[in-house]
Nanobody, 115 residues
Framework: QVQLVESGGGLVQPGGSLRLSCAAS????????MGWYRQAPGKQRELVAA???????DYADSVKGRFTISSDNAKNTVHLQMNSLEPEDTAVYYC?????????WGQGTQVTVSS
């Protein structure tokens, strides 16, 4: 099993920045990829960014050029650097980890972008 703990969410003004972190524990050697999803009220959950064990990355079109996903293998942690935040980025952000035929989720962290 894999356990995921997110941190770094909060309230920020438009144009500001936040850095989210996700620490993984458990059967981490079998993780194939990790990523971030978000869900805003009344909207479906969507992929924000993902990174594979090989280092390849994938981003939602709405965040390309503004968000960057990275991994720290020594600390078993994935980060999401979010710059130029917009009100439309307001959502609960969930960390996920993928194993073969299994997906694991953190509890989520709230990001609110407001004046």
């Amino acid at each position: 099993q894999v356990q995921l703990v997110e941190s770094g969410g909060g309230l920020v003004q438009p144009g500001g920045s936040l850095r989210l972190s996700c620490a993984a524990s458990g059967s981490i050697s079998s993780i194939l990829a990790m990523g971030w999803y978000r869900q805003a009220p009344g909207k479906q959950r969507e992929l924000v960014a993902a990174i594979s064990s090989a280092g390849s990355t994938d981003y939602a079109d709405s965040v390309k050029g503004r968000f960057t996903i990275s991994s720290d293998n020594a600390k078993n942690t994935v980060h999401l650097q979010m710059n130029s935040l917009e009100p439309e980025d307001t959502a609960v952000y969930y960390c996920n980890a993928d194993r073969w035929l299994h997906r694991y989720w953190g509890q989520g962290t709230q990001v609110t972008v407001s004046s």
